[in-house]
C-alpha cells in the first residue's frame, strides 16, 4: 500500500475500493463487512448519556472489542490496516466510516454524504467515553417492533429512518461463528438495492427448522435466503411496513432517504471544533450532561 498525501479522502477511497474484492472470504468482497463496521462503530451513540458514536474508533478496546454484538468485524478492521498504516495522517474512526459509505457506493448504492475530523481515541480514553454501559446498546436481533424502535429511538432516528436504513441488510450475511444466524438475506448480497423490501412483502417465510437461534428462511431462484425476527417486524408492525411498501416499490425514494439516514448514522456523536477535529472526549459527556 502506497501513501496518499495528507487529506486526499478520494485517494483514501481509491485504496478502500482497491482492497474490496477478497477472493475467499465470504462472496468475495469485503463491502458488506466495511459497512456493518460503520454501522456497529456508530449505533452505540446514545442521545441521553451523550456517549458513543462513531468517534474515536473504540471498537479497538475494551468494552466494544470483546462485545459479542460486534464478533466478526475484526476482518472489516484487518482489511483496513494496512491503509490507515500507510497514512499515519488518517484517523481509524475517519476510516472505518468512509470505507462503509465507499463500498455502499461500489456496490451500486447512493453517495453518501461524509465529512472528515473524527479522532481516535487511548484506551482510557475509550474507557471515560463509554462508561462501561455500551455493551447493550446494538440491537438484538432475536427482539421485536419495540425494541427496535428503542435502540433507534437512542439514538435519534424516526420509523422512517429505521425501516431505510434496515435496507442495509441487501448486502452481506449472517455467520453462525459470529451471531448465531446463517444465510444472506437476498439472491445477491454484494449488490446494494431495494430486494430486501420487495422479499419481505412476499409471503414465503417459513421459520427455520434447525439448532440454531429462531429465524425465517425460504428458497428464491434456488437460493436459500434468511430473514431475523427484527427484519419480520419491519412487516408485522403496520407503520414499519408502509416504509417497506414504499421502498419496494420505488428504489429511487430508498436510495434517497438511505443516504440522508446512513449519512446521519455516521455523523452521530461527532463534535468538531473551530479546528475541524471532534473533541476526544465529548465536553458533554465530560460534564455529565446529556
Ligand atoms: Zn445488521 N446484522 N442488524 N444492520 N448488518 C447482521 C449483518 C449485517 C441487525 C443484526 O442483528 C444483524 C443494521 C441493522 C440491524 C448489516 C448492516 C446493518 C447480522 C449478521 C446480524 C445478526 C452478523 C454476522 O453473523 O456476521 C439488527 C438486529 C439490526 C436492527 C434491528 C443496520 C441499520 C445496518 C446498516 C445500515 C450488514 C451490512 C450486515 C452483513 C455483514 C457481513 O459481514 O456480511
Not at 9 to 19: A, H, L, M, P, T
Not at 146 to 157: A, C, T
Not at 159 to 165: K, M, P, Q, T, Y
Not at 221 to 249: C, I
Request: contains cysteine.
Amino acid at each position: 500500500m502506497s501513501a496518499v498525501k495528507e487529506g486526499n479522502f478520494d485517494g483514501i477511497r481509491e485504496q478502500v475500493r482497491g482492497i474490496m474484492k477478497q477472493p475467499g472470504y465470504d462472496d468475495g468482497s469485503a463491502g458488506p463487512v466495511f459497512v456493518r463496521l460503520a454501522w456497529h462503530a456508530s449505533g452505540n451513540f446514545s442521545l441521553v448519556e451523550h456517549t458513543g458514536g462513531s468517534n474515536g474508533a473504540g471498537m479497538r478496546f475494551p468494552p466494544e472489542s470483546v462485545d459479542p454484538a460486534n464478533a466478526g468485524l475484526h476482518h472489516a478492521i484487518s482489511f483496513l490496516l494496512p491503509i490507515q498504516a500507510a497514512n499515519p495522517w488518517l484517523t481509524h474512526s475517519d476510516l472505518w466510516t468512509l470505507a462503509g459509505i465507499t463500498a455502499i457506493e461500489a456496490m451500486g448504492g447512493p453517495k453518501i454524504p461524509w465529512e472528515p475530523g473524527r479522532t481516535d481515541y487511548s484506551t482510557a480514553e475509550a474507557a471515560a467515553d463509554h462508561r462501561g454501559d455500551i455493551s447493550s446498546r446494538l440491537p438484538d436481533g432475536a427482539l421485536g417492533a419495540d425494541h427496535i424502535r428503542e435502540v433507534f429511538g437512542r439514538m435519534g432516528f424516526s420509523d422512517r429512518e429505521i425501516v431505510a436504513l434496515s435496507g442495509a441488510h441487501a448486502l452481506g450475511r449472517c455467520h453462525e461463528d459470529r451471531s448465531g444466524y446463517e444465510g444472506q438475506w437476498v439472491v445477491n448480497p454484494i449488490r446494494f438495492s431495494n430486494q430486501y423490501f420487495k422479499l419481505l412483502l412476499r409471503d414465503i417465510w417459513k421459520p427455520r427448522e434447525w439448532d440454531g437461534p429462531f429465524q425465517y428462511e425460504a428458497t428464491v431462484a434456488g437460493t436459500k435466503l434468511m430473514m431475523l425476527p427484527t427484519d419480520m417486524a419491519l412487516v408485522q408492525d403496520s407503520e414499519f411496513k408502509v416504509w417497506v411498501e414504499k421502498y419496494a416499490a420505488d428504489q429511487d425514494l430508498f436510495f434517497k432517504d438511505f443516504a440522508m439516514a446512513f449519512g446521519k448514522l455516521i455523523e452521530l456523536g461527532v463534535e468538531r471544533d473551530d479546528t475541524g477535529f471532534a473533541q476526544l472526549v465529548k465536553k458533554s459527556a465530560r460534564e455529565g450532561k446529556p
